[in-house]
């Protein structure tokens, strides 16, 4: 091979089964990107790629190939930068998706001081509460709240969100503030129930026992399916909700949410770093995975 970028462009086209979006991952013309691959084919001399109106998918050769491209190209990056000063500037693109709420709440605020680091690091983040594909959707790491049930990801736990009890001042006027569990319901307080399909049943109102964590079925004046939503909810004084300290600290500290049953708090919820692919820890995602880990510890159990 004359250089690299041939297989760089073989593998996302082949990671995101089309031209067209791997054109614009790379930030290439979409003829360019069939240039290519024919180049790349004929230098082989294997049918790498079948293309359909609709699709395109690896041939047999065309798998075989790509197991061993990927691994060169993180064999090479690897080998450029074992010797760099880990101190040194990152450069190049990192696609990086994460939860909204951490997004806003977390990462983007700390984001000036990492790029003033690395002004030559480009960040795509994507900040959604759906489960993205980061083969499909070309990511190059995802940061997942909560159990990671695909085996064939690999999961780096970071540590345990701290989750609190937390209502608004509004809302606790007029209902109370509790201080046990018996006073929840003697309260006759009511919760922001979440669900992530309407119609599924709400998970209820979370608490520690002696045996693990169990749960309390608290009546609701609401259901919402997204995550800003609940916050908004409680903040609005709709009833208690159940949340992660990281989203609600500045609600915490403008006192416009109020933290209840401190000793009662529900189970704390794992942060999982995720790639695709061992070989997908390059230095820049490497980096990127210490320095979120390091933002996030404050608001570990």
Known sequence: MKNLDALLVFAR????????????????????????????????????????????????????????????????????????????????????????????????????????????????????????????????????????ADETLIARPLGKLRMINAASPAYLARFGTPRTLEELITQQHCMVHYVRNFGAKPDGWEYPSADGYKTLMLPGMMKVNSVQAYHEAGLAGLGLIQAGYSALAPHLAAGTLVEILPDLRPAPLTAFFVVAHRRSLSQRVRAFMHWTEALLKPYFD
């Open 13 to 148: 086209v082949a990671e995101m089964t089309s031209f067209t979006r791997a054109a614009e991952n790379l930030g290439m013309q979409k003829g360019r990107v069939s240039a290519v691959i024919r180049e790349l084919e004929a230098e082989v001399g294997a049918t790498l790629l079948h293309r359909t109106t609709r699709s395109v998918q690896l041939t047999e050769d065309g798998r075989a190939f790509y197991s061993r491209a990927r691994d060169l190209l993180a064999e090479a990056e690897e080998l450029q930068s074992m010797f760099a000063d880990r101190g040194a500037p990152l450069r190049g693109r990192l696609r990086v998706d994460m939860p909204t709420v951490l997004a806003q709440s977390v990462v983007i605020p700390a984001l000036p001081q990492l790029m003033a680091a690395h002004p030559a690091l480009e960040i795509e983040l994507s900040s959604t509460d759906r489960r993205v594909d980061l083969v499909q959707e070309g990511f190059d790491c995802v940061i997942r709240l909560g159990p990671v």
